[in-house]
């Protein structure tokens, strides 16, 4: 698929980026699930406009409609990878389709969920890992348990076959798209269905605990929600992220690197909708003059 603009993320900063980059007539593609947006589960009442209390959820959904209606088009999907591509950059979903493009927006939110359950926060740096990528190298042998349903964790869990003994990848509702579930499992990878209830240990983590009571013995859990985290995908396309993880723009909602801008909780705080909105309007607008040579 070829396009002026790509957004990554389809939340309100990305969903905004696409209504106005569509309105500069920017052929416009937006990537992303609106029920991982953080906006899905709030209850909004201090946005301009709305009074009272509004479901994030119905905002997300009519932000779509209102996307769709300018002629964005929309692919239900993660991205799991970003690169530069001669003139332009080439974006790949967890299907395995490449999109070409002139610019991109980076509008992925906060990266690095975290699940919490008891034993998270107690056993960070001693066995409980965010980013498989970054620490894979120290369970060479180890046995680890995968948590997380999105093509981040199949990603993540066929990774780490190639460094630990045994994978286990925790299934309570896996949403990532079969083909990557079909290349963890013929890695390896053991999947078993169950809830993460507690992880325990002593000095370093033991034991991750499920909700039916079982118990899974693991060197290493590694909690990968969500799709591919922003700073991933910043750098496959040449931008470095901040120490905290977030991506630094200029006015123009620019990145360091040209036509790549970025908008919404990933650029830092306040994480709130109206700067996410604002800002996905400026990328939205920078972003569709980039394509088109705009000066
Ligand atoms: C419980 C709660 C209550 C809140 N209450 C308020 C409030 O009252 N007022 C207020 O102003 N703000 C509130 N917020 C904050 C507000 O929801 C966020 O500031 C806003 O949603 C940020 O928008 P965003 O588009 O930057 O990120 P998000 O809404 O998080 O959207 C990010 C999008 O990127 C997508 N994505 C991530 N990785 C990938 C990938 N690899 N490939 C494709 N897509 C990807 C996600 O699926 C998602 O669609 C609340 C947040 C929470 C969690």
């Known amino acids: 698929?070829?396009?002026?603009?790509?957004?990554?993320?389809?939340?309100?900063?990305?969903?905004?980026?696409?209504?106005?980059?569509?309105?500069?007539k920017a052929d416009t593609v937006i990537i992303g699930k609106i029920g991982n947006s953080a906006l899905h589960g709030a209850h909004i009442e201090n946005y301009f406009g709305i009074g009272g209390m509004t479901d994030g959820s119905v905002l997300l959904k009519k932000g779509l409609e209102q996307a769709l209606s300018f002629g964005c088009?929309?692919?239900?999907?993660d991205v799991i990878g970003a690169a530069e591509d001669g003139d332009g950059f080439r974006i790949t979903v967890e299907s395995g389709e490449d999109i070409v493009c002139r610019s991109v927006v980076i509008a992925t939110g906060i990266s690095r969920m975290k699940l919490g359950i008891?034993?998270?926060?107690?056993?960070?740096?001693?066995?409980?890992?965010?980013?498989?990528?970054?620490?894979?190298?120290?369970?060479?042998?180890?046995?680890?348990?995968?948590?997380?349903?999105?093509?981040k964790a199949a990603v993540s869990a066929e990774l780490m076959t190639k460094y630990a003994s045994t994978v286990y990848w925790i299934d309570s509702g896996i949403s990532a798209d079969g083909s990557l579930v079909d290349r963890a499992r013929e890695a390896?990878?053991?999947?078993?269905?169950?809830?993460?209830?507690?992880?325990?240990?002593?000095?370093?983590?033991?034991?991750?605990?499920?909700?039916?009571?079982?118990?899974i013995e693991a060197d290493g859990i590694f909690?990968?929600?969500g799709g591919r985290s922003s700073s991933d995908l910043a750098m496959d396309l040449g931008v470095m992220p901040k120490a905290d993880d977030s991506i630094k723009i200029n006015n123009r909602c620019e990145t360091s690197v040209e036509r790549v801008f970025a908008c919404g909780d990933v650029t830092g705080r306040p994480w709130q909708l109206a700067k996410a909105v604002g800002e996905g309007a400026v990328a939205g607008l920078n972003a569709a003059d980039a394509a088109k040579g705009a000066p």
């Not at 698929?1 to 309105?23: E, N």
């Not at 088009?73 to 999907?77: A, K, N, P, T, V």
């Not at 034993?119 to 995968?146: H, I, P, Q, T, W």
């Open 188 to 215: 390896g990878v053991k999947i078993i269905a169950g809830i993460p209830e507690k992880i325990i240990g002593g000095k370093n983590v033991e034991t991750l605990l499920l909700s039916d009571g079982s118990a």
């Open 223 to 225: 909690i990968e929600l």
């Open 73 to 77: 088009r929309h692919i239900d999907l």
């Open 1 to 24: 698929m070829i396009a002026d603009v790509v957004i990554i993320g389809c939340g309100p900063a990305g969903l905004q980026a696409g209504i106005h980059s569509a309105r500069k």
């Open 118 to 151: 008891p034993g998270e926060k107690e056993f960070l740096g001693k066995g409980v890992s965010y980013c498989a990528e970054c620490d894979c190298n120290f369970y060479k042998g180890l046995r680890v348990a995968m948590i997380g349903n999105g093509s």
